[in-house]
């Protein structure tokens, strides 16, 4: 599943859940049991929990991300948080993520000023891409999520490739309990790789994560971890669960375990 590039990441998006006590108690039950393993973990909370969890997680390996931010440095941009504002609390964050594109309008032009705010101030991006049901039926899903993807990487050089994470995540999945088929999966993985081998060279695309996203469980980790390119998930409602996300997390060390064994 892996490559000598690309350490396994899971990563939780908790979008608007938990208060300040659930938020720390979530984390708190969940630091034993993702301290070991060899994955990367990235949790996704709300702006306000950042602070008091980034003072609960200092010194461990979990990491910590924003779910959104703006492009701007500063200004008089009422109730909008920028990077040099998120930088003292964590170190990356998810943009394009199908809900900021459907419910809040954010075009391509968005997303792509969003990640390229980020990679200047030195921080790591989570590219979310994926199409919506009436594009996977009109058979345009690869067409469209190849070309999400080249508008928010176009021209980026290969130390801020480095910091990018794509997630594949098919809008008709998520929140839905449908979760795409091991081959759909396969499908876009494959052709998203191979359009990147092609837009950014191999080197590069050997180095790039390329995760997936839409009602991501405990049943179904597995099979998607054994999808070959696949490297993680980006995992919403599991995520508020301390014992589901354990379990998805275990899943995901168990598959890169059985894929360098078999190497």
């Not at 790039?208 to 999808?227: E, K, M, Q």
């Amino acid at each position: 599943m892996t490559t000598a590039y690309r350490r396994p990441l899971l990563a939780g998006n908790w979008k608007m859940n938990l208060n300040r006590l659930d938020a720390v108690e979530l984390v708190s039950s969940l630091m034993p049991s993702l301290a070991e393993g060899g994955c990367d973990v990235l949790l996704l909370p709300p702006f306000v929990h950042l602070f008091p969890l980034s003072r609960l997680l200092a010194g461990t390996s979990i990491q910590l991300g924003a779910q959104n931010v703006y492009f701007e440095p500063a200004g008089a941009f009422t109730g909008e948080v920028s990077a040099p504002m998120l930088q003292e609390t964590c170190g990356a964050v998810l943009v394009g993520h199908s809900e900021r594109r459907t419910i809040f309008g954010e075009t391509d032009e968005v997303v792509a000023r969003k990640l390229r705010a980020l990679l200047s101030s030195g921080m790591s991006a989570v590219l979310a891409v994926g199409e919506s049901g009436e594009i996977r039926d009109s058979g345009m899903s690869a067409s469209h999520v190849l070309m999400q993807t080249d508008a928010a990487l176009g021209g980026l050089d290969q130390e801020q490739l480095s910091r990018c994470v794509i997630a594949y995540e098919p809008i008709w999945a998520i929140g839905t309990g449908k979760s795409a088929t091991q081959a759909e999966v396969g499908e876009m993985v494959t052709a998203l790789r191979q359009h990147l081998v092609g837009s950014i060279g191999a080197d590069a695309e050997a180095r790039l994560r390329i995760l997936y996203g839409g009602s991501v469980t405990p049943a179904n980790a597995a099979g998607l971890f054994a999808i070959p390119g696949v490297d993680g998930a980006l995992v919403g409602g599991a995520s508020l669960d301390a014992d589901g996300f354990t379990a998805i997390y275990h899943a995901l060390c168990a598959s890169t375990a059985q894929a360098d064994g078999g190497q």
